[in-house]
Nanobody, 124 residues
């Protein structure tokens, strides 16, 4: 079975940086889509960034130019480099896998496997 484990969350000051990692097992990340999503209390989970098998990427408008999604196929690991953080980036961040074709920028219910989430807190 697919198992995803996020790490790297924590606290940062506004304007700072955090790098998240997601290590996959039971699945080869060279196939299909992977993505980062985030959720705050009382709000729906939202897409942050996605990456396809060919390393093509998509970003939410709110993080474009500040966040970078990447993956290391040899180590089966997905990353999210987050720069110029603001308090609005405070959330639980999840990595996910979509085992379907037809594009990666899809709503959360189109993703099949999820990590447990990692908290990122940005203070002003």
């Amino acid at each position: 079975s697919v198992h995803l484990v996020e790490s790297g969350g924590g606290s940062a000051q506004a304007g700072g940086s955090v790098r998240l990692s997601c290590t996959a097992s039971g699945y080869t990340i060279t196939n299909y889509c992977m993505g980062w999503f985030r959720q705050t209390p009382g709000k729906e989970r939202e897409g942050v960034a996605t990456i396809n098998f060919d390393h093509s990427t998509d970003y939410a408008d709110s993080v474009e130019g500040r966040f970078t999604i990447s993956k290391d196929d040899d180590n089966n690991t997905l990353y999210l480099q987050m720069n110029s953080l603001t308090p609005d980036d405070t959330a639980v961040y999840y990595c996910a896998v979509r085992r379907s074709y037809g594009g990666c920028w899809k709503p959360p219910n189109q993703y099949n496997y999820w990590g447990q989430g990692t908290q990122v807190t940005v203070s002003s």
